[in-house]
């Protein structure tokens, strides 16, 4: 089973930016969308960004929409999420996923999920 990878988390000011990567173990993902998600203290895990096959249907949660891009690398395998403009609100854990089709994912849909990486984003 494909195994994920991800990295980049850490403290920030508010205002800040981070970029999380996700690094996938084989090829296998290539077909398939990707994404990420988040768990807040207390909150239940929520949809973030995805995107899917050759770069398609790009999908973002509205709390992020104009601050966050995803994109991925497929030479590498790797899925990335540019975070800009960070508010204390987007502290979370953020998971990777692979999904089981290929254009759109959800957290029905997820085959596989990265153990996780803490974004802090103080005030």
């Known amino acids: 089973q494909v195994q994920l990878a991800e990295s980049g988390g850490g403290l920030v000011q508010a205002g800040g930016s981070l970029r999380l990567a996700c690094a996938a173990s084989?090829?296998?993902?290539?077909?398939?969308?990707m994404g990420w998600f988040r768990q807040a203290p207390g909150k239940e895990r929520e949809f973030v960004a995805s995107?899917?096959?050759?770069?398609?249907?790009?999908r973002y949660a509205d709390s992020v929409k104009g601050r966050f891009i995803i994109s991925r690398d497929y030479a590498k395998n790797t899925v990335y999420l540019q975070m800009n403009s960070l508010e204390p609100e987007d502290t979370a854990v953020y998971h990777c996923?692979?999904?089981?089709?290929?254009?759109?994912?959800?957290?029905?849909?997820?085959?596989?999920w990265g153990q996780g990486t803490q974004v802090t984003v103080s005030s």
């Open positions: 996923a692979v999904g089981r089709h290929p254009i759109a994912l959800g957290q029905s849909t997820v085959r596989t």
């Open positions: 084989d090829r296998t993902v290539s077909n398939n969308a």
């Open positions: 995107i899917g096959w050759k770069g398609s249907n790009e």
